[in-house]
């Protein structure tokens, strides 16, 4: 049983294109967040949802947009794709909001490339 | 402002010595620190976390330590095993709040 899966695992696009990855987790969780991992291995926090609510909005471009439909999904949706978004996405889920003893809980990341 | 640094990118242990990997950190307002394990095409998986209010915590063969004076927290692996060759990222957060990463250290355990 996967705790948060995403999809799709890879995603090759081209500039200027849209595109969304999905998540979803069932471990009943009220968190859930996005990720990015650049080439440098840094992983930093996009995004985060409490209960379909956003909570935490790093500076992002606008050109990325997430969607809670409910406390167990969160997509990301991102226009205008430029060669800089290319980056491994992590979708976690926490129960609270990431304080003591919670933990995130990863998927296995979609690696996206813009050509 | 990297808040949270792992300085060594890597680090080779021979199987069955201890492992160290070190993190220091910048924000006085942290008071959770977590370790995170991961394998390649894999997302990080919780290892192991401590509090500020303590300055040790130990689950099997993995110990972590925190110097809150010198913002400074390690992760100890004894023994160590081929299986334990991953990344390891160390994350701070405060209270409620949002996780800060390290960069990661690779780990290399030579059998």
């Known amino acids: 049983d996967t705790a948060v899966s995403q999809t799709p695992k890879y995603l090759v696009t081209q500039m200027g294109n849209d595109k969304s990855i999905k998540c979803e987790q069932n471990?009943?969780?009220?968190?859930m967040y996005w990720y990015k991992q650049d080439s440098k291995k840094f992983l930093k926090i996009m995004f985060s949802y409490n209960n379909k609510e956003l909570i935490i909005n790093e500076t992002v471009p606008n050109r990325f947009s997430p969607k809670s439909p409910d406390k167990a999904h969160l997509n990301l949706h991102i226009n205008s794709l430029e060669l800089g978004d290319s980056a491994v996405y992590f979708c976690?889920?926490?129960?609270?909001?990431?304080?003591?003893?919670?933990?995130?809980?990863f998927g296995n990341g979609t690696r996206l490339t813009v050509t | 402002d990297q808040q949270v640094k792992q300085n060594s990118p890597s680090l080779s242990v021979q199987e069955g010595r201890i492992s160290i990997l070190n993190c220091d950190y910048t924000?006085?307002?942290?008071?959770?620190f977590l370790w995170y394990k991961k394998y390649p095409a894999e997302g990080p998986t919780f290892l192991i976390s401590?509090?500020?209010?303590?300055d040790k915590n130990e689950d099997g063969r993995f110990t972590v330590f925190l110097n809150k004076s010198a913002k400074h927290l390690s992760l100890h692996i004894v023994p160590s095993q081929p299986g334990d060759s991953a990344v390891y990222f160390c994350a701070a957060s405060a209270w409620a709040g949002k996780s800060t990463f390290g960069d990661g250290t690779t780990l290399t355990v030579k059998p």
């Open positions: 976690a889920s926490s129960q609270g909001q990431g304080g003591v003893s919670s933990p995130l809980h």
């Open positions: 401590i509090s500020s209010i303590k």
């Open positions: 471990l009943g969780h009220d968190t």
């Open positions: 924000n006085s307002m942290f008071d959770y």
